[in-house]
């Protein structure tokens, strides 16, 4: 796949230029053969090596650079940077589109300060997917999907208009419309090239396809033996811009896997299990490669369930080599035959091929036997949190009564044990759900349960049906995410599952929302192929739309009766979702307990209607013979979905479904799109609107200084991942997000949601730090986005933007404190963006989770870590402090101290002083901090090439 060219440097310290003849075709290509050492690294460091070589310029990439790769020790702790330059980035939507916009703005600010705003193009090809702004909003309807396409042209017509201006207006980049597909399954299907081809200087360069993206699931392109992850939206417009990323020399995990995944367990199953195990031993910033004989037993679209996941177990990624099953899925999907004849040739000739019996050097090493694996789910708040499916309702009753008030424990249940600390991850649950509109289950109400607090309100919806609601009750059951659907054996599964229930007589309860947002129409056809759809559909699951739904809060309001009666009864009800993520108040703001499960148990909680449910032992329902149904009677076997996925996929589904994948429909075509190379910004839009972050900037940067002065904005507690800091989710009318769109003439049901307005940072500010369950411990028993307000007497309770705006009227700094692993989850820029613009200077953990603070640096934002085994509060600050920070002007004579000096004052003068370990952790994140974020850098590189 040639694509376009680009230039190449002329430096080859290790003679490692050569030829590959394949077929009739010759390419150039850099030897790893040519350096010592190189043989025995992990398949990762290799495709990194080939980088270095390619790249090598004398500058950014020397040869000691190659040999310091070549000669990694496995055993030392990162402490070389490299410069790694992808082949291409990948983009969704709700990131994607401040990238286009900030790309959009710096046209603009290259002009303003005498420079080409054409210099300012993708120099890396760029694809976007538009995946994310779909919304369940109807359901259980044959016309689902045209109804909720419908409404999301309406309500994002501002923002796909930019998009086709910017498809047009950039080069090298392009877009994949609406209603197509999920980003990560587009790039396993038919994005990635797995090697890549390029003209380079009149050459046809081959080298392996990377890639950087903006969502944090980029690496479930790993299982395709494509390196790859997740990076914040700034550093993707970097390396659109030809920037290097630069990193350390990973320390690399070898995970070794033997035997096979035995029947009833699936890769869901699979995947809970590696990262409860993997977030056990610790993996964060670092690669984790899958190696050994069971590797070969292991599916190609298992290998990519489990490289989703890296994210949740931390991972910078979770690679697969390439083998024979890569080319068959390659020729699947319908890749050419050039192109896999390509790929295998350059494996092999390069030594990326994998060879099950080598045990390359690897800095640790993890084992698991696939056939020890057994059903699970993970929950209720946190994908590592993994459950034994046989023990879900003792674990779901064990956790319950953290989220219902004392009152309604069980009297057989002591106080001090309802309230126990949530049990450990090896003890948790998981749920799924079904349809509002499916007819009502046999048997009609669930029993009154005993063991357990218990709360019936009584809720009629539309047809006369009227039902009990009681915490646990699963009121969402949505087949939802890449990290399944794009896996054929558990959608088969869970359809044949669905064929079984159907045949039995079952239906779902009434009070569950079903969906089935699959991650490409390849699903669909293949579903039609099997005759599932009819089973699918009779259940609630019709088509909701082709992007992800549920997983990222996309979930759609439930019913009216239903919502109110979880408002009135103040009631814990669940959603299960066969997705990656279930942090608190991510997928809908009445549901409090999350579980992720497979799409066979989606249906499965779905029929069954609540998480007080044992799948070994309870039946799931009752028959149209008046029997009771079991979990085990409705289950498939491996041998059926195997049979029913090997005659229903064929590679003309795929040469089909992405035949014209960048053309889109009637409706994408007809969008009034604008010209020129600089976009005309519409002064009255509230979805596009120019950002700041050059306003002011000059051709050289101004000095670095130290802090002073500066008030808590919030102190928060650990795990307070991004979808506790950026906007995410519905925007509520009073909030001050809500606020600005009203004063902008927007009516309440146009608001749509925050991923949505990610182009206006007036919305998205606003929305930083305002996640319903965010706990900031300045305030006692508040949660959302409330803060003290310090700049006026007593300080009283405050938004946290209104307050952040009292602050910077005040000329007064920001920080924020916050505990271990700050910054998990999803690679959201706009957290790092939401803190900067807030005017927060510094944040101080106990630790961060690797995208975050690079975000943060990006953004301008210096990171800092308490002293190893201190905390804030061990070291006695409560919030109320003002803080001074120096060291910070180090970084402007062109080094980084290790730490940074904080003293915090108290409001009686006594102080606490104690040294913060600088995050900034190498040379490049230096260059970011002292240019004011990676952004500005970039322009002035560009200005001064």
Not at 63 to 76: C, E, I, K, M, T
Not at 164 to 178: I, L
Not at 831 to 854: N, P
Not at 855 to 865: C, E, F, S, Y
């Amino acid at each position: 796949m040639s694509s376009g060219s680009t230039k190449s440097t002329s430096i080859d310290s290790f003679g490692a230029r050569g030829e590959l003849q394949v077929g009739s075709k010759s390419y150039e290509l850099y030897r790893l053969s040519a350096v010592e050492g190189a043989a025995d690294l992990p398949f990762s460091l290799k495709v990194l090596l080939e980088n270095l070589l390619r790249t090598e310029d004398g500058a950014n990439t020397t040869a000691d650079h190659v040999r310091a790769l070549a000669g990694w020790d496995p055993s030392a702790e990162p402490d070389t940077e490299i410069q790694f330059t992808p082949a291409r980035v990948v983009m969704q939507d709700f990131t994607g589109v401040p990238c286009i916009v900030d790309l959009a703005t710096m046209r603009e600010a290259v002009a303003e300060l005498g420079g080409d705003p054409a210099k300012v193009n993708p120099l890396a090809p760029a694809e976007l997917v538009i995946d994310h702004s779909v919304i369940v909003d109807v359901f259980g309807r044959q016309d689902a999907f045209e109804r909720n396409v419908e409404i999301e042209y309406q309500r994002n017509g501002e923002r796909y208009q930019f998009l086709r201006w910017g498809q047009g207006a950039f080069d090298d980049f392009k877009v994949v419309p609406p209603g197509t597909g999920i980003v990560h399954q587009v790039n396993i299907e038919h994005l990635a090239r797995v090697v890549y081809d390029r003209t380079i200087n009149g050459r046809t360069v081959v080298y392996p396809d990377t890639c950087v993206g903006t969502d944090s699931h980029t690496t479930m392109v790993n299982g395709l033996g494509v390196l790859g992850w997740g990076v914040g939206g700034i550093e993707a417009e970097a390396a659109m811009l030809g920037q290097p990323v630069s990193m350390l020399i990973p320390r690399v995990v070898g995970f070794k896997l033997t035997g096979e995944i035995p029947a009833g367990a699936t890769a869901t199953d699979v995947v809970l299990t590696i990262t409860e195990q993997l977030r056990k031993h610790g993996v964060v910033g670092k690669f984790v490669e899958f190696y050994g004989e069971g590797v070969s037993a292991v599916p190609l679209a298992n290998r990519a369930t489990i490289g989703n996941m890296s994210p949740e177990f931390g991972s910078t990624c979770a690679i697969f080599p390439v083998d024979d099953i890569t080319l068959d899925y390659l020729r699947l999907t319908g890749r050419s035959d050039e192109q896999v004849a390509l790929v295998e040739a350059y494996c092999k000739e390069q030594g990326l091929w994998h060879d099950p019996a080598a045990e390359p050097r690897f800095s640790e090493k993890l084992e698991l036997d696939l056939s020890t694996v057994v059903p699970s789910i993970a929950g209720p708040k946190r994908p590592q949190d993994r459950i034994e499916l046989s023990a879900s309702k003792s674990a779901f009753r064990k956790v319950l009564p953290n989220y219902v008030g004392a009152d309604e424990v069980d009297s057989g249940t002591t106080l001090d044990e309802a309230l126990e600390e949530t049990f450990p991850a090896s003890d948790v649950p998981s749920a799924s759900g079904g349809n509002g509109a499916a007819p009502v289950h046999s048997g009609g109400d669930l029993p009154t349960p005993a063991g357990r607090p218990s709360k019936k309100v009584p809720v009629s919806v539309g047809g006369g049906t009227s039902f009990d609601l009681d915490h646990g009750h699963v009121v969402i059951a949505a087949i939802t995410s890449c990290t399944n659907t794009s896996n054929p054996f558990v959608m088969v599964g869970a359809g044949l599952l669905a064929r079984n229930a159907v045949e039995k007589g079952l239906s779902v309860r009434p009070w569950v929302k079903t969906s089935m947002a699959p991650g490409s129409k390849v699903v669909t056809e293949y579903y039609e192929r099997a005759g599932l759809v009819p089973y699918l559909e009779k259940l609630g699951y019709h088509l909701v739309g082709y992007g992800c739904t549920t997983c990222i809060g996309n979930s759609g309001p439930l019913p009216e009766e239903i919502s109110a009666g979880i408002q009135e009864g103040g009631l814990a009800v669940a959603a299960v979702l066969s997705g990656n993520r279930n942090f608190e108040g991510r997928i809908n703001p009445d549901v409090q307990l999350n579980y992720l499960a497979s799409p066979p148990l989606v249906i499965a909680y779905a029929l069954a209607g609540t998480m007080d449910w044992d799948p070994e032992t309870d039946p799931i329902g009752t028959g149209s013979d008046g029997k009771a149904v079991f979990l085990k009677d409705i289950w498939p076997s491996a041998a059926e979905v195997a049979e029913v996925v090997g005659t229903s996929i064929t590679q003309e589904m795929f040469d089909r479904g992405y035949a014209d994948v960048f053309a889109g429909d009637q409706r994408w075509q007809s969008l009034p799109t604008p010209d020129g190379d600089v976009f005309s910004w519409d002064a009255e839009s509230t979805y596009v609107r120019k950002p700041p972050y050059f306003e002011g900037m000059q051709t050289e940067p101004s000095p670095v200084s130290d802090i002073h002065g500066a008030r808590v904005l919030a102190k928060l507690g650990d795990s307070v991942t991004t979808d506790h800091i950026s906007p995410a989710g519905s925007i509520k009318a009073d909030s001050p997000a809500g606020r600005y769109l009203a004063e902008h003439g927007v009516e309440r049901k146009d608001f749509n949601s925050y991923g949505s307005r990610r182009g206006n940072h007036e919305v998205m500010i606003r929305g930083t730090f305002a996640n319903i369950r965010l706990r900031n411990q300045l305030l006692d028993d508040v949660a959302g986005g409330f803060t003290r307000d310090f700049t006026v007497e007593g300080a009283p309770q405050e938004t946290i933007y209104d307050a952040a705006q009292h602050y910077a009227a005040a000329g007064i700094p920001l920080v924020v404190l916050g505990g271990k692993e700050y910054g998990s989850g999803s690679s959201r820029d706009w957290a790092a963006k939401g803190t900067t613009l807030l005017g927060v200077k510094a944040v101080i953990t106990e630790s961060f989770e690797r995208i975050h603070r690079s975000n943060l640096i990006g953004m301008g934002v210096l990171p800092l870590q308490f002293p190893e085994g201190e905390s804030a509060d061990s070291l006695g600050l409560d919030g109320t402090e003002t803080f001074d920070i120096t060291g910070v002007t180090e970084l402007n004579e062109g080094t980084t101290p290790r730490t940074l000096a904080v003293k915090a004052t108290k409001a009686d003068g006594s102080v606490i002083e104690f040294d913060a370990r600088l995050r900034i952790d190498t040379p490049g994140e230096a260059d970011y901090y002292r240019n004011g974020g990676i952004l500005q850098y970039v322009l002035r590189s560009l200005l001064s090439a």
